[in-house]
């Protein structure tokens, strides 16, 4: 596969529509409130190339397979939202498709939507969310998980309150409301992600030095049962409060769109007023050591 240069699209919603053979008008392709075209719809059978990336699809069991091919330096970052969408030949949009897996490697990027059946003829183009759309399926997700009676942690922005209440599959609960007064690390890992597990050690040393000047520890475990859970917490010896999510795909799926949490480890920094000061992907230790003294520091100088 070919691969072709990727531009970031700017500007407001519905900027960059496209046009078809067929003669439909330009608003009917017009991309969602909220959301830019990254790769405006276009017709693939087998394969072709856009000027955003290059296209191809695959049939398998159950659907096709949208592959989008682009350069490195030019792809949206791994925190932009994407989502396939499929137009029919009648111009109704067919398939939503968010959450595409991602692959990088020899300067390129590979992006794999998982679609349903596509009727030949049909459109197919990417979407990228602007900040309203991100706000908008944050808010859709939260509603979604409390209709499923299940929690998640409020969309990250630093300098905003961060009211969480968390429940986990054992029962277990942390709300922000136990926490007043307090200096809180929420810590989001699993025992599959080797970077969590690495940082474990050094968390327990800055949580048993500075626990008595007012700093609490919540843990979100994220392994896939409750015993694989249950079995880390005990193995690493954890001593702060911890929730287990064991989440499915699509437990997955509504952390990802309501919390942003996009990978782990991820580390949120909530100071005594319960304002969110700190917001970390990938999070470097030494870091996260210096912002939870900066905040405990104003109780432990007096």
Partial sequence: MALATAAVVTGTAGAGVGTRSD???????????????????TTVYSGGEREAGALSLVSVEGGTVLHVATELDSAPGPEVRL???????????????????????GGAVLYRFELGDVERGALIGVELATRTGVL???????????????????????????????RGIGGERASASDYEG???LIDCW????LPCIDNLPGL?????????????????????SEQAARR???EHGLPWQEIAIVPDPSVMDLWMDASDLRALPRAYVVD??????????????????????????????N
């Fill in 83 to 105: 989502r396939a969408v499929v137009i029919d030949p009648s111009g109704e949009r067919e398939q939503w498709v968010r959450n595409p897996g991602r692959w990088t490697g």
């Fill in 136 to 166: 908008s399926l944050a808010e859709e997700a939260r509603l979604a998980a409390e209709e499923r009676g299940l929690s998640v942690l409020p969309f990250p922005e630093v300098g905003e309150e961060f009211a969480f209440d968390l």
């Fill in 204 to 224: 327990k040393v800055v949580y048993e030095e500075l626990r008595e000047s007012g700093l609490e520890i919540v843990g979100v475990n994220f392994d896939f």
């Fill in 232 to 234: 880390a917490i005990e």
């Fill in 182 to 184: 307090k200096v809180v």
């Fill in 23 to 41: 003669g439909a008008g330009a608003a009917e392709l017009a991309a969602a409130d909220g959301w830019l075209w990254w790769i405006e719809p």
């Fill in 272 to 301: 005594r007023d319960g304002i969110l000061r700190w917001d970390s992907v990938g999070v470097d230790i030494d870091e996260l050591e210096r912002q939870l003294r900066a905040l405990v520091a104003p109780i432990t100088s």
């Fill in 190 to 193: 699993a025992s599959w992600c």
